[in-house]
């Protein structure tokens, strides 16, 4: 499981567009994203640099959290 800070996110349709995005690279990807702490936890054989750019794509801040 990957974890990411995730600034600018807000409300559903935030969750729907990042789920979408890493989700349209890995239809097998499990995205977790949770609004109030601005984190997004993916579960994905994608490498985390596709996952930062799958994101950032959709307009958000992104860096991985160790």
Known sequence: MQLFK???MSCGHC???ITQA???R???A???VDLAAGEVRVASR???AEVIEAI???G???AQMM
Do not use: I, M
């Open 6 to 8: 995730v600034q600018g």
């Open 15 to 17: 969750v729907r567009a």
């Open 22 to 24: 890493v989700q349209a």
């Open 26 to 28: 890995d239809q097998a």
């Open 30 to 32: 499990e995205v977790q």
């Open 46 to 48: 994608l490498p985390a």
């Open 56 to 58: 950032a794509e959709e």
């Open 60 to 62: 958000y801040t992104v």
